[in-house]
Every structure is written in C-alpha cells, then in structure tokens.
C-alpha cells in the first residue's frame, strides 16, 4: 500500500496519510478522472490506474509538446502523481479475471469513460457487487448515465459553453471567452473524490458498496451559484462586467497602475475606507455618489475613471506595499510571473520531484496540509510499471504473469 514513509518529496510529510490501506482501481484519462484520483493518492490511497497496453495506456501519455521518454509527457504527470500502473486488457477473457480478482481485493474503482461505457465494460456495482460486494464504484462522464446523452462524448470546454461561462468571463462587447483554465475538469475531479470518499465511508456502516455519478455538465450547472439563483428567482441575467468587476460589490475590480495592473477588492465598507485612507483622496471620500456600497455601485462608470487616475500615480509594487494586509489585493501576472513568484516556492507550492529521466522536474504540490506538513509526492508510473507486483500479490506465479504478458493481456 501507499504510505508516507515509501515516499520522497522535500517538505516534512504528515507520519500518517488518512487514506492509507485503501485501493481504488482507475479507468482514466486525460484531466477530470485523475485529477480527482490524484487527491486520493496524495491522501494516502493506493490509486492503480488500469491500462490498455496496445493502446499506449492514458491518452495524455503521448500528449504533447513535452515529452519525459516514451509513454510519458509533462501533461501526464500533471495528473498522475502518487500512482500505480497496471496493464490489463479487460476485452480479453484473461484480463476480465485479472480485473475481478482486483476488485475483490479493493475499496473501488473510479471511471471518467462516456456514460454508456461501464455497462459494457462491467464496471458498475451490478456487474461487480458478486466479486466484492462492499465496492464501490464511482463514474464521472460528461451527462451522466441515465439519460438521452448518456453516450455523448464531452469535454470541460463543452461544458463551460452550455452552462453560460462564455457570458459572464472577459469584457462586455466582445466575443464570448470561455476560463483560461478547464476549471470544470478540476472541480469535477474533486467532487467525484469527495462523493468516492463519502460513499466508503457509508460502506463501513453499511457494509454495502453502491455506484456514485458525477458529471461534468451537472458540476458545471452547479457552480452558477449565485448568479444562478439570482435568475432563478427574480430573472437576473448575469453579464459579463467591465475589469473582471464583481457584479454587486464595488469596487471590486482590476485598475491600471503606473506599470500595470492591480485588483482591488472593497468588498465591505471597512475596506473602502481603508483605501480611501491609503489613497489619501479627500474629494473621493467626501463624495455624495460614492457614500455607500448601493451608491457605489449605481455609480460605478463614474467611479473607475476617478480610481484610475489615482492608482496611475505609483507602480503596482509601491501600491501593493501600502494596500497588503491593510485590504484585499494582489498583483496581475502572467503565467511565468505567477510560478517564479518566490511565494509560492517559500510555502512548498512549488516543489522538486524527481523524475527517473530528469532529476530536476518540478510540480504543483497539493494544497492540503496536515498536521502543517505538505503531502509527499513522486512521480506518476511508467506503463504498466507495477503490473508483475500487483499480480504477484493476487497469486499469479512469475510464469502466469509472463504468459499473460506475451499474450498481450497485460
């Protein structure tokens, strides 16, 4: 099993990870399912991703443009720390049994594949409760499984442009902009560990396992919080809001600074007058239209100007060293700036994990801490690097494993 002590990483580890002794077996791809599995190993699971051999495993293996030896990329690792490989053809006959023999000795298996898929590929717990009835098991597909989209293929994408992100990110009057990033995919992810959790945690109650489903569409959905309840309710629309404002507070937004940009976030009266202080701005705080956050936000279009020509006088830096700590702000980056930030490093976001090819690779650690100490991490596995372990232990004989092997099962 996964514990602390087997692996390396360069903070302190917590002596225990809560999710040790647990087995989840994975059919996964690209960025929701293992972003999601990928907490549960950092956590302690003993996450084994189950792939095709002859299919060159997960899709992101060979995805582009950098590349850590064949069947290995960046994009891969991204996703796939602290993991297991294990190859089984679950169309063969051989590798079926292999699956079950698994099953019976783990706590669940987790899919992203198409709605329709776990029927077929018996991964659901009908097809499963006979060999290990306390299993569960958890699918994550773009529309769910029992509906007339249950074979729709999707992607986080997709999803953002259905459920209405394309109209409220990026600046009014131009064409829709989905998120920079496949914030659906991720959310998803976690929300899929957190239902898998959840579900165990009803087995050792129960004793019974059952089937858990996420998708990306309803995950989506859900995360117009607010604004979705505004129109729900009393038939708001959200729209899109000039600098990335708040559609409410104000200000709540980005300003230019002497060298940049800076977002300022007033989002309680306490902290207007703060920044009316650091300002130093007497005819803005003495203001009629800008009295209160309503009238602020009623005069919003002439506030910004105003505001504007106020944080033109210094540079974001200077800025930054008056507002932090006294209100909420923070610089604008860009990519680099943001993970050449010496913060992110000094607090062990930022880590070296080494790679069997490149000494120095570097990654994201999670943002979980226990006990104060970051979770440990190591690399994500070659393909199929741990299948001779994993069977040995279900009894195959070295024989078994390496006929299996030349029968292209494994």
Same mark, same amino acid.
């Given at each position: ?7 390396? *990483? ?8 809560? /999710?040790? *002794? ?9 960025? @929701? ?10 956590? =302690? ?8 051999? &002859? ?13 850590? *030896? ?5 994009? $891969? ?80 994408? /997709? ?14 009057? +131009? ?16 929300? +899929? ?5 959840? @579900? ?54 980005? $300003? ?11 989002? +309680? ?9 650091? /300002?130093?701005?007497?005819? /803005? ?52 700036? &943001? ?6 490093? &000094? ?32 690399? @994500?596995?070659?393909? *199929? ?9 279900? =009894? ?6 390496? @006929? ?7």
């Amino acid at each position: 099993m996964t514990t602390a002590s087997s692996m390396t *990483g360069p903070a302190t580890v917590a002596p225990f990870l809560p /999710l040790s *002794g647990l087995r989840v077996l994975t059919f996964e791809a690209f960025g @929701a399912g293992p972003f999601g599995s990928m907490y549960l190993a950092d956590l =302690g699971a003993e996450v084994i991703k189950i792939e095709n051999r &002859a299919q060159g495993g997960d899709a992101t293996r060979g995805m582009g443009p950098y590349f850590l *030896g064949e069947h290995d990329s960046n994009f $891969f690792q991204t996703f796939n720390l602290n993991k297991k490989s294990v190859c089984l053809d679950l169309k063969r006959t051989e590798g079926q049994d292999a699956f079950r023999k698994l099953v019976a000795k783990s706590d669940a298996v987790l899919n992203n594949l198409r709605g329709d898929q776990p029927d077929k590929l018996g991964l659901t717990y009908a097809a499963l409760q006979a060999v290990n009835p306390r299993i569960v098991c958890a699918h994550l597909s773009a529309y769910g499984r029992d509906n007339e989209r249950r074979a729709w293929p999707g992607y986080d994408y /997709l999803m953002q442009a259905e459920a209405g992100y394309l109209h409220v990110t990026g600046e009014p009057g +131009t064409p829709p902009a989905r998120m920079g990033l496949s914030i659906i995919d991720f959310m998803t992810g976690i929300t +899929t560990a957190l239902a898998l959790v959840s @579900a165990l945690l009803g087995v050792q109650r129960s004793g019974v396992g059952r089937d858990v489903d996420v998708s990306l569409f309803d995950v989506a959905l859900h995360q117009l919080s607010y604004p979705g309840s505004w129109y729900l309710n009393d038939g708001l629309i959200t729209g899109r809001m000039p600098r990335s404002a708040h559609p409410t507070a104000t200000p709540v937004q980005l $300003f230019e600074t002497a060298d940049g940009w800076i977002f300022v976030m007033c989002m +309680t009266e306490k902290f207007w007058q703060e920044l009316m202080r650091v /300002l130093d701005a007497p005819m /803005l705080a003495t203001d009629p239209r800008f009295a209160s956050m309503p009238l602020r936000r009623e005069h919003r279009e002439a506030l910004t100007p105003l505001l504007d020509v106020e944080f033109r006088r210094e540079t974001t830096a200077n800025w930054l060293g008056k507002l932090q700590g006294v209100l909420p702000a923070a610089p604008v980056y860009d990519m680099a700036q &943001a993970l050449d930030n010496p913060f992110p490093a &000094a607090t062990g976001m930022v880590r070296n994990v080494p790679h069997p090819l490149r000494a120095d690779f570097r990654a994201l650690a999670n943002p979980i801490k226990l006990d104060g100490a970051r979770l440990p991490s190591r690399t @994500a596995p070659a393909l *199929g690097a741990d299948t001779a372990q994993v069977l040995a232990e279900l =009894g195959y004989s070295t024989e078994e494993i390496e @006929a299996l092997r030349a029968k292209g099962v494994t």
